[in-house]
């Protein structure tokens, strides 16, 4: 089976730029998960959907973070406008209702 | 709110030989499952091992092995005949049973493989 697609792999942009970043979960995975991992730290939630609709947003910084999963498929999230402490690896994640999340290979976010 | 503690922020283990990584949590819940996730310079967290909570048996996968003591609520990961790829850092991580639950992480130990 396919794993979770991500992209871009890399990415550097400058302070007060913006910056969207694309997953595509396994097929048939109805939960995805955006998580951010600042160097050194275990990966914090920052949003998850069920199919299409918003379950946890809590600790997601609404004022410049965004997401959204049309069609309960792929989904972007979006930084707008980064600041230099969004530099981090951002991870997408699928999973059925309840096991195991299965991992992209993330993107390296820098903000310089 | 779940939390995961995993105290040791890095190890080292010599190939061949056997290391065990710790891992605490704390939750309210009574069904839940635990993993044990790598994660290699390549940056993609791959599952190690996971124990569903109502399980009594530990959970083993080839050199990968688990000490669950759902009581004392630690679970530890073992690693037998420890060899260069096993090098990375590893993350302990809790899911509730419950419908679309979230992963809770801990904050991961970097494991060194030696020569």
Redesign the interface.
Known sequence: EAGVAQSPRYKIIEKRQSVAFWCNPISGHATLYWYQQILGQGPKLLIQFQNNGVVDDSQLPKDRFSAERLKGVDSTLKIQPAKLEDSAVYLCASSLAVGALHFGNGTRLTVT | AQT?TQSQPEMSVQEAETVTLSCTYDTSESDY?L?W?KQPP??????VI?QEAYKQQNATENRFSVNFQKAAKSFSLKISDSQLGDAAMY?CAY?Y?G??????????TRLQVTL
Not at chain 2, 42 to 47: A, E, H, K, T
Not at chain 2, 99 to 108: D, I, P, V
């Open positions: 995961v499952y993993f996730y390549s940056r993609q967290m791959i599952l996971r993350f899911r049973t419908t679309a639950s979230k992963l809770t992480f801990g904050t991961g």
